[in-house]
C-alpha cells in the first residue's frame, strides 16, 4: 500500500497528530485538532481508501479525471474526497492532495494556532 510512505509522510508535518477511531476503523491525521486525512480501514483490515479535503472544484475536476477518486467516503461529498490506496493515482499527485487538504486545515485555524504550530 503507496511502499508504506503515507504513514511517514503525514506525519513529518509539523503539528500533526495521529490516532484510531475504532468504531469507524480510521487512522484520523489532525492538525490543531482538525482532521485533514484519514486512513480508512475496510473489514478485512486493510486499507480501502485515504480521504483528504479539497477545495470544492478540484475535487470535482480530479474526480472526473480518475475513477480512484470518489466523493468522500461518509463524509461531506463537497469538501472531501477518497482515494482507493491501491488505485491508479500516481503518489507524487497523492502527496500533492495531501499538502493541499493539510493548507487547507491549517489554514482554518486561528493566526495564532497557525503561528504555534508551525514555530512549533
Not at 463537497?78 to 499538502?99: E, Q, T
Request: overall charge negative; aromatic content about 12%; some cysteine.
Amino acid at each position: 500500500m503507496r511502499d508504506g510512505w503515507l504513514d511517514e509522510y503525514l506525519l513529518g508535518k509539523p503539528g500533526v497528530t495521529k490516532d484510531f477511531k475504532e468504531e469507524w476503523k480510521w487512522f484520523r491525521y489532525q492538525i490543531g485538532g482538525k482532521m485533514f486525512a484519514a486512513l480508512c480501514l475496510g473489514e478485512d483490515g486493510n486499507p480501502c481508501y485515504i480521504t483528504l479535503k479539497l477545495e470544492p472544484s478540484e475535487g470535482d475536476f480530479l474526480r472526473q479525471q480518475y475513477e480512484d477518486i470518489i466523493p468522500g467516503y461518509y463524509m461531506n461529498k463537497m469538501h472531501w474526497n477518497s482515494v482507493k490506496p491501491d488505485g491508479a493515482v500516481p503518489d507524487d499527485l497523492l502527496r500533492d492532495l495531501l499538502d493541499k487538504s493539510y493548507q487547507l486545515v491549517l489554514g482554518g485555524l486561528s493566526k495564532k494556532k497557525q503561528k504555534e504550530i508551525l514555530e512549533g
